[in-house]
């Protein structure tokens, strides 16, 4: 597999700064294919190092490459100029969209045709939030945008995640890989603590938005119920029934 830059053969161009990439970006998005091309090159190492994190998914890295250019395009094609950000800010949401879009459609599990229309529009919806907010939205963001629960977004992103393998890299330096599968211990009940973090985390990102927050400023943030009342304009009454329906419903989870 390819881990360097140098071993795809790829031409060699210097980093722009910002004041030359807005004037190739004005050029480029006036027609100027030119310098659509010069910005496409001179942004090919910020694809190598945003795919390194998908690596060890079973896909090759010129493939995911490709994808991620796909993304980049997109991007110098529909920089606004009036956001008064980075571009490569503005990039890095769409060619790491792009490839988790990729990741999606080519899924080896078999999702139901209601789940991919529902991830379909959320990720109509999650483009139009990047390009307005210069960055990923949150569950809470994208539910107000499509005007659903957050737990229905929640569902849907989940039916379509890809499985990990007990063989994916944990962790590498310049020694050899460790497997997430070094991590299990031999005896079964033994529970590593980040495997416990983990697990909590999930349950966590099922509950619906409301209560997922009073957790989290509860439990997490430390804060009483007062504080987080006064924060989320509610009262203490309030919170404390949030606070107990969450509690329960991890329950209902665990339970299950």
Known sequence: MIQRLSEMNLPHFPLLNEEDTLSYLHRAQQGDME??????????????????????????????FQ????GLI?????FDFSYNVKF????????????????????PIKVPRSYKELIYKINRARETLQNTLSRDPTIGELAAEMNLPSEEIIV?????????SIHDTFFQDDSDPIYLIDQLPDDRSET???FEKIALQELIDRLPDRERQVLIKR????????????????????????ERAALQRIRTFLSE
């Open 35 to 64: 310098a659509r091309e010069y910005l496409i090159n001179c942004n090919l190492k910020l694809i190598f190092n945003l795919i390194q994190r998908f690596s060890n998914r079973g896909y090759e890295l010129e493939d995911l």
């Open 67 to 70: 994808i991620g250019t796909i």
């Open 74 to 78: 997109k991007a110098i094609d529909k």
């Open 88 to 107: 490569s800010t503005y990039a890095v949401p769409m060619i790491i969209g792009e490839i988790r879009r990729f990741l999606r459609d080519d899924h």
């Open 156 to 164: 849907a992103l989940e039916a379509v995640q890809l499985p990990s």
């Open 192 to 194: 590593p603590a980040w």
């Open 219 to 242: 439990f997490f943030e430390d804060r009483t119920q007062s504080e987080i009342a006064k924060h989320l304009s509610l009262s203490q009454v309030q919170i404390s029934r949030i």
